[in-house]
């Protein structure tokens, strides 16, 4: 992690501002399972709803193959979600620019929200309005009410532990940044919540607080009006595979929960290694100056540390900034997921809320597994290219030893 201060948003105010069974295998075919006759949730899961293998676009390796040659080549060979149907879509939203407010009452942080699209539902081509999480957690809660059937994405946690983080710093920001972006990068990617009237007030409106307080009112009754049709219907049987899906998503949490909490350890302990390696090198430094013969390899040796310093807190911010937000963001969408009560309830419109939450599960799978296939060849990528750092580091200074074992 970087030892300096937080850098400094944008301000309208006066101030700156400072062995574990793997849970994520994604393949169907029977040497995935590894022989044992009791399939993994995942591959249930799969052949439940019908899943089938991803293949990476742009002719990457799939799952079990063997890794090319170059590191460096795994990342070139994937393409963000994004590109994906980029020809096909008429809608495209962006989250960037954070800015902070200071005022009275609140210091609070907004963001751009950039839409362009070609669809009738908007009078102009192109909007840019602001937002704030609280904006951002209005809309979830309208979609929440008004499509009761369909998994919603989860938002980022909107607390954090006082005096551990600071959620002014631009490093905190830019994580929340871009959990918002996701977030709505994944309506919009839907093919019934994208067309959300509340969705597209969000997108829209410049001044969001008056429908808040009045101008969505009837959009609300309308969604609770299924909660209060249904309210007095019983549980009728449901098919099996929807059983399935609440063990399935506590097993899943579960794990990634343990993931996380290894990942955090793991960074913890990078960066006392860190701190260690920082004040390792300036010692070989300080005793270069009292040795006349061994300056040279002893200036090496700590240039040498220096670098492996360097590839190490990169190491440590790609973990932080893109390993952990993705766990994070996959354990809240468990949570998010299970089937609402309300719609336990339904009994005249069972046979479609069920067809629902079957096409959002099947789209989740696809999402969560190209997601964390991308996340974990990354970080893999990631990972190779330090230690390949560090060694080149070390076999740098080896000439400057073999030259003084030589002149002996």
């Not at 293998?53 to 990457?60: C, F, M």
């Not at 007095?232 to 506590?250: M, N, Q, T, V």
Request: proline content about 6%; charged content about 30%.
């Amino acid at each position: 992690m970087s030892g300096g201060p937080p850098k400094a948003l944008p301000s309208t105010g006066p101030h700156s501002l400072r062995d574990m069974p793997h849970p994520l295998a994604g393949s169907s075919s029977e040497e995935a399972v590894g022989g044992d006759s009791t399939p993994s949730p995942d591959l249930l899961m799969a052949r439940s709803f019908g899943d089938k293998d991803l293949i990476l676009p742009n002719g990457g390796t799939p799952v079990g193959t063997s890794s090319p040659a170059s590191s460096s080549s795994l990342l070139n060979r994937l393409q963000l979600d994004d590109d994906l149907d980029g020809e096909t879509r008429d809608l495209f939203v962006t989250v960037d620019d954070p800015k902070k407010h200071v005022c009275t009452m609140e210091t609070y942080i907004t963001y751009r929200i950039t839409t362009k699209s070609t669809r009738v539902e908007f009078d102009l081509p192109e909007y840019s309005v602001r937002r704030r999480y609280q904006d951002f957690d209005w809309l979830r809660n309208k979609l929440e009410e008004s499509q009761p059937t369909h998994l919603i994405p989860p938002l980022p946690e909107k607390f954090v532990v006082k005096g551990v983080v600071d959620r002014f710093s631009e490093e905190f920001v830019e994580t929340r940044r871009k959990a918002l972006d996701k977030f709505l990068k994944r309506i919009t990617d839907h093919p019934v919540l994208s067309f959300n009237e509340h969705f597209n007030v969000f997108l829209t409106a410049k001044d969001l607080n008056a429908y808040k307080k009045q101008g969505m009112a009837l959009l609300t009754r309308v969604g609770e009006s299924v909660k209060h049709v249904t309210g007095g219907y019983k549980l009728r049987s449901r098919p099996l595979e929807f059983a399935a899906i609440g063990e399935y998503l506590d097993m899943f949490a579960l794990k990634l929960g343990t993931i996380d909490r290894i990942a955090q350890r793991i960074i913890k302990e990078e960066i006392e290694y860190l701190v260690e390696l920082r004040e390792y090198g300036p010692v070989y430094s300080t005793w270069s100056a009292l040795e006349g013969e061994l300056a040279e390899p002893l200036e090496g040796v700590s240039a040498c540390i220096g670098n492996c310093s360097t590839a190490l807190e990169e190491l440590t911010d790609d973990m932080t900034e893109d390993f952990l937000p993705v766990l994070r963001e996959y354990i809240l969408y468990s949570d998010s997921m299970k089937v609402p009560a309300d719609v336990e309830k339904c009994q005249d419109r069972m046979e479609c809320f069920n067809a629902d939450l079957k096409a959002d599960m099947e789209r989740w799978q696809n999402n969560k597994r190209q997601d964390f296939r991308q996340l974990l060849m990354g970080m893999a990528d990631k990972n190779i290219q330090y230690y390949e750092k560090c060694l080149m580091a070390w076999e740098s200074i080896i000439p400057l030893l073999q030259e003084k074992q030589e002149a002996k």
